[in-house]
């Protein structure tokens, strides 16, 4: 089992994100699973240009590392998305990050894989940006599993430190449980069929504008000739 993380905090794993990426990733190592984290301080990722060219060709016309990031997040099982509260969202660099994955929205690309959220704030503000990248995961197509927060003053605290790194521990144990087992959640199903059934429509309804979408589509989800 292959597991992504990937940590849009600038201070790479010695930050506040850091503790709790190292406390899940431990813990899932030790449930068997195959952990690599992507720390996009150390890649060049440029801010999407909205020209829409992936979806008409499937190749982004930027040249730097967002490819070969996406071909790492294809190829895992599960993906956790890491990152401090910057300004009631997440850094800078995540969301560029994710604004580059536009295609694979459009695609499903991820349909089916599973997804976790680690985010660290300075104070009790981090819900809004665990809620944004569950959100993500559904646009995806994800099962999410779940997510977990951490104030700064928390991890700064050893007693506070060790209890929310057992947090980030126990939803690692969850994660990979959740991916061995293929489990699904009721709850989400909904939802993600009518991200599903909207991204078929739209993909169709552009059919010549998003025609690398369309081929994926007609290929890959059996989407039917006009
Ligand atoms: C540019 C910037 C914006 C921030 N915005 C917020 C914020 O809106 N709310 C908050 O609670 N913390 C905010 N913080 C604090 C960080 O979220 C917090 O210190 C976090 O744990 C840092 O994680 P790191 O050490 O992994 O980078 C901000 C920090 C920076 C540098």
Same mark, same amino acid.
């Given at each position: 089992m292959q597991l992504v993380i990937v940590n849009g905090s600038p201070h790479g794993l010695d930050g506040n994100t850091g503790k709790l990426i190292r406390s899940f990733r431990s813990a899932a190592e030790e449930q068997g699973a195959a952990v690599e984290t992507l720390n996009l301080s150390d890649y060049t990722v440029h801010p999407c240009r909205g020209c829409e060219v992936c979806s008409k *060709?499937? *190749?982004?016309?930027i040249d730097d590392d967002a490819p070969k990031l996406q071909q790492k997040f294809l190829a895992a099982d599960g993906i956790v998305l890491a990152s401090p509260n910057y300004m009631m969202n997440v850094s800078g660099q995540l969301k560029v990050f994710l604004d580059r994955i536009f295609s694979h929205v459009h695609c499903q690309t991820l349909y089916g894989k599973y997804g976790a959220a680690l985010v660290t704030a300075a104070g009790p503000v981090f819900e809004g940006v665990e809620e944004y990248l569950m959100s993500i995961f559904g646009f995806l197509g994800c099962w999410k599993v779940g997510s977990i927060g951490a104030a700064s003053l928390q991890l700064e605290d050893p007693d506070e430190c060790s209890r929310m790194q057992g947090e980030a521990a126990d939803l690692a144990r969850r994660f990979v449980e959740a991916i061995k087992n293929g489990e699904t959640f009721p709850d989400q199903e909904e939802k993600r069929s009518q991200v599903f059934e909207m991204m078929k429509m739209m993909v169709q309804a552009k059919q010549d504008a998003w025609a690398y979408e369309y081929r994926y589509w007609k290929t890959n989800w059996g989407i039917e000739e006009e």
């Open positions: *060709t499937g *190749t982004c016309v």
